[in-house]
């Protein structure tokens, strides 16, 4: 009685067959795509945030090109005609002598705060721009004519007390 079936058994000996699992036709399984594909775009997105850092102007090169635009402005658009047009001068060689005077010495300092006053129907106000963080009375700038001393012939000395 070798070949009786026991009770326990359920299905006979010969009867069994075994469960294969289906194999997959890519060489590559789905979790490996998304990982890898995860990665990828990790990499661009952490190269790209890197070269904008890099890149990027700081609050202090934005601050130092507004205070420079906000200079030009009141130099070009306002000062060199009140000074021009002062009734101390009957022809274009009396300004040209009176701003050969301040060549060395330059005009006397312009605070941010003056410039703000002056630029600020043109412009937004200073306390939304990167200037904010400068002090209005000890950041200033003077300007020193150049020949031939036309409306922009001229050169700026800043001061900065800001604090970044």
Sequence with gaps: MSNSIKLNDPLPPHTRMSIK????HSSFPIPKIITIATIIITTILVTTFSFYCYFAPTSEEIAISQLNQLASNYYEQYFYDKFANSANFQSLEDVDAAMDKYVRTGFSRVTLRQLAIY???S???ISNLPLKYCDEESTFVIFYPEPPFERTSY???FTYSCAF
């Design 119 to 121: 630029d600020h129907a």
């Design 155 to 157: 050169h700026t000395e």
């Design 123 to 125: 412009t937004k106000p």
């Design 21 to 24: 699992k289906p194999k997959h």
